[in-house]
């Protein structure tokens, strides 16, 4: 049976030191924390220092959920987070024509930057699928 390994623990770690924000647990599929982590900076730090322990098991979790294939969960989330406003991640995936709108719009006005920080792991997970069964 091949491993699945669709997230990287480096890669984890590296927002995690973002965590405040939340961006790790976005990275992980958790949209719904990762909203609190950011408006509650991390639950006023306590929940970011937890989750430095807790990020083993999110990263076995989210390997188990999200499906493997041509594009890069690791890739697609380190260009969403610093590059998103320029919809960089959007023409990762061949998704040029919104990648573009991102790139005029500054993100769609940001408002499609936050709906990719809770839906990019579907986002990829469908693409890889439709790739491997196309």
């Known amino acids: 049976m091949q491993e699945n ?8 770690y590296l927002l995690w030191i973002f965590g405040f924000t939340g961006a790790h647990r976005f ?19 306590i929940g970011w220092l ?7 098991s999110m990263n076995r979790e989210s390997d188990l959920r999200f499906a493997s294939g041509e594009i890069d969960y690791n890739i697609a989330w380190l260009l969403l987070t610093f590059l998103g406003v320029f ?24 408002i499609g930057i936050l709906i990719d920080f809770w839906t990019l792991n579907d986002q990829v997970s469908l693409e890889n699928t439709e790739k491997r069964n196309a």
Do not use: A, E, Q
């Open 5 to 12: 390994n669709t997230h990287s623990k480096f890669v984890g």
């Open 27 to 45: 990275y992980y599929g958790k949209p719904v924390t990762g909203t609190i982590w950011f408006l509650t900076l991390g639950l006023c730090g």
């Open 50 to 56: 937890i989750d430095f322990f807790l990020i083993p």
């Open 87 to 110: 919809g960089v991640h959007r023409m990762y995936m061949g998704k040029w024509l919104t990648g573009i709108l991102y790139l005029c719009t500054f993100g769609f006005f940001l």
